[in-house]
């Protein structure tokens, strides 16, 4: 790798193999994730996209279609397998979303604690020239029945209960069985927003059935819900330990490597109680004499110790997946970022990327990105684990300029490129499309459904194909079976 003036030289990272149940984390070192800033140039005009455009999504119009409905959407997964395949379920798509009712006293920003689980629905294998511009999605409501999510905190004190990401498996070919694996969360918050206690996260399962008729697509079951995982203060980061502790997003998987066992990717944090766990040496993952390095004490007296995010894994005790066991963290990148979202393990052959989602506002002091997407690649589930492209971990950001400060997505900063917090949430689904929402363009907020894009893995690598749709933009929730599931029961 070029070392870029200024810049310190990355990990030393090979990729190997491990065993899943061993007690290995690789790290997503400073040193990795200083290779960001190091793509960056520093001479663009002020607003401009400082990323290479190979890493970068292509700008959102500010003209964007919106999906439609009374929900606002954010957060998407598609009905899948354990192996990432997608289904058309007789003979139409169907998609699950984070959803918020709209005109109902809260503004966009208020979302997450009203956050319910809803899905839409379109008819299987029209081109996608012939559909609306929005994608043509029809809103079917919440998947679980009123109440039904809130069971799990049953007795205890909350002030708001809602339901976060997770992901919908399809359990039986010719069938119609499903398993949603979320996140359950109860708040209990003052007038102000303030916590009175710390939140409530719960990995949840809960099993019901998919119909469709010749009209329209809705759901029975889903009645009981059953709590998986709550965080163990030893490899994953509790509530006691930091009222902003990150526990949430399960997606379960299959390993060919591994058969007959499902496993489950989540985010979390790095246990250990907030601001008062140093990072060490092998966190910053500088190499001997590295005239970049930083040292261990002023990284942990830069309020860098405050981030400390991992990917976890949990397996499946039970063939029924009703109850599961801690694994130890697959990545982590303490003092690096606090957040490693909506992880997803992609296999190829026998490269293993585990991608991820992060933000600019969440990494630690002294590093720096965009928001976007972020992956690692290694040879096996648990890996010494390769960050993507020249070893930072960015996969494909919103076009940002790093030069300048980062806003926020509710308050853009003027000098900030536009689309900086254009989209969110991005899910890497077959044919190499990835799909996400869009959060804000110019200060348009969005809340639906952004154009996919197509993104090539290759070894350690990756990059955006420019010659997809209008100039790397397919369409707005394009989001598209590769497998089609028929149960002649239900129709
Ligand atoms: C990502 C995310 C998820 C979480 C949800 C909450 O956009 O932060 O980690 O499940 O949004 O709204």
Redesign the pocket.
Known sequence: LPLEPGYPQPTIHTGAAHDPYESYTAKWTRADARQIKAMSDPNVPTGANSMPSALTMPAIPVSFPTIGGTVWV??TWPLTDADGNQYSYNGWDVIFC?TAQQNAGYGFDD??VH?RIGFFYRRTGIPESRRPVAGGWIYGGNVFPDGASAQVYTGQPYTQQAE??GSTRLMQLGGNQLTTFY?DLAFNRDASGGNISAPQATITKTDGQIHADFHHVWFTGFTTHTALLQPDGVYYQTRLQNEFF?F??PFTFHDPAHPGQTFMVF?GNSAGVRGETPCDASDLGYRANDPYAETVDAVNTSGAIYQRANIGLAVATKPDLSAWKFLPPLVSGNCVND?T??PEMHIVGNRYYLLT?SHRTTFAAGIDGPDGAYGFMGYGIRSDYVPLNRNSGLMLGNPTDLNTAAGADYAPDPSQNPNAFQS??HYYMPGSLVESFIDTVQTRRGGTLAPTVQVFLRGAGSSINLGYGAGGLGGYGDISPNRINIDFWDL
């Open positions: 954010w957060d984070l979302r997450h956050a976060w990401s996140t990150s949430r997003d985010e957040q979202e909506r989602i969110y949430s």
